[in-house]
């Protein structure tokens, strides 16, 4: 219960300084930037639910997985090219 409640805070606290940093640098609207996270960081709690519930049901758990990591990854993606923008943009004269 306490673990739950702990990830629950650090995706909160995640959520809120991604996208807020996201909105402010690229002039995106703050009531449509709120859903683009949810779409892509609930996808990985969905999958990651999914692996817990699969693995408490004896049930396979590869396509919970796989869901996580996609998800995953399409983060990782859009980080690193907010990452990149903002290094380029610190570094043009």
Not at 26 to 50: I, N, P, Q, R, Y
Not at 55 to 61: F, L, M, T
Request: proline share 2%.
């Amino acid at each position: 219960m306490i673990s739950g409640a702990l990830t629950a805070g650090f995706a909160l606290l995640a959520f809120r300084l991604s996208f807020a940093a996201l909105a402010v640098e690229h002039g995106v609207e703050s009531d449509v930037v709120w859903m683009f996270a949810v779409l892509v960081d609930g996808g990985a709690v969905v999958g990651t639910v999914g692996v817990v519930m699969a693995r408490r049901s004896g049930c396979s758990a590869w396509p919970y997985w796989a869901t996580v990591v996609a998800f995953a990854a399409v983060s990782l993606a859009f980080k690193i090219a907010h990452a990149t923008v903002r290094r380029s943009a610190s570094l043009s004269p």
